[in-house]
């Protein structure tokens, strides 16, 4: 199949073309082994539940750098052109990574903002500067309130980059919604609240960039039919965005897998000005889930491989697979 998307790109339009990869990872406590007093990162240093060293540190980049490095290539022939990240907690853990062998020649920038979640853990974009030019971009507080005490609960923010591949205007934005603790239902008006921030931000972009285009990734901790995906697409009658990973889990597809279930909670979905589009456009999203990212548990097949330390060594990679988009462009 290497070969197949570029073969189909050139029949169909008789130009010449670039296939990209757009990718999002949840990579799983991507944490360096100092402790931030700031945050609750306590169990991420060598003194703490998981002996968390510098060495793990590199042996957890090495995996994930390789595992990167692999999304898309048998469509496009190089890494991904974006990379949406989750669950890291800083700038410079970043930079470790994208000065990894594998990942340092395609020459990746960072986009990465403090949050105020209390575990520390945020959300980063990595974008291959020599294709995408950066305009601007901004972190989006997401305020939530413990509806029994009243208190502010603290979580990820939402990114927003905007910025051009070749003379298309595209906007990012990369999530990592609330997670489902203390059930689906309980914890079901946070997604809901992040849904309407997600609506706003988007609703804003359209209006500042008609012509733009945008592309929303993330660990939504939803799935594609539930309330909170739904709306951002907007009414039936109405769609302001299309979510094309639908489907996939319409067919039992998922990124991560719970009590022998599997969930679709990462996802990317777009702005509905990419269909119907002959210079850019989608051609395919999936879910990269190769053997070696896959362990058995009990009589089930196919978990994610998380991370779990064992003596001084580390094995796995995270308690989900990465998700991609395959998107074609024509060159004038």
């Known amino acids: 199949m290497r070969f197949a998307l570029i073969f189909f790109f050139c029949c169909c339009f008789g130009q010449k073309g670039q296939v990209h990869t757009f990718c999002f990872y949840n990579v799983e406590n991507l944490f360096d082994a100092q402790d931030n007093p700031s945050t609750f990162d306590e169990d991420f240093t060598p003194e703490g539940r998981y002996q968390w060293t510098k ?15 692999q999304v898309g290539v048998a469509e496009t022939q190089r890494p991904p052109l974006m990379i949406g990240l989750a669950e890291i907690e800083n700038k410079n853990i970043l930079r470790d990574l994208i000065q990894h062998d594998l990942l340092a020649p395609y020459n990746y920038g960072i986009i990465h ?6 575990r520390g853990i945020d959300v980063a974009l990595l974008y291959q500067k020599n294709h995408f030019l950066i305009k601007d971009q901004k972190s989006v507080k997401l305020e939530l309130t413990d509806p029994k005490t009243g208190y502010k609960r603290t979580t990820r923010d939402i990114l927003v980059v905007n910025g051009y591949l070749n ?106 000005n990419w269909k119907n589009d002959k210079a850019l456009f989608l051609l395919k999203t999936a879910v990269f889930n190769p053997a070696f990212l896959s362990t058995k548990r009990s009589n089930y097949q196919a978990y994610p491989f998380r991370t779990r330390v064992t003596g001084k060594r580390l094995e796995g990679y995270s308690d989900h697979f990465p998700v991609y988009a395959i998107i074609g462009l024509t060159l004038e």
């Open 113 to 118: 903002f403090e949050s105020p979640d209390f």
């Open 55 to 69: 060495d793990l540190v590199n042996q957890k980049i090495e995996q994930l750098a390789f595992v990167l490095s």
């Open 167 to 272: 003379q298309h205007r595209i906007s990012v934005l990369i999530n990592h919604w609330p997670s489902r603790r203390g059930g689906k239902t309980k914890s079901a008006p946070h997604r809901m609240k992040a849904a309407l921030l997600h609506r706003k931000i988007t609703d804003s972009l359209e209006r500042k960039y008609p012509n733009g285009k945008i592309i929303s990734m993330g660990d939504y901790n939803d799935n594609p039919k539930d309330k909170s995906l739904q709306w951002i697409q907007g009414k039936k009658d109405n769609r302001v965005f299309f979510n094309p990973m639908e489907k996939m889990a319409n067919q039992g597809m998922g990124s991560l897998a719970h009590n022998d279930r599997w969930y679709l909670f990462d996802q990317m979905l777009f702005s509905i």
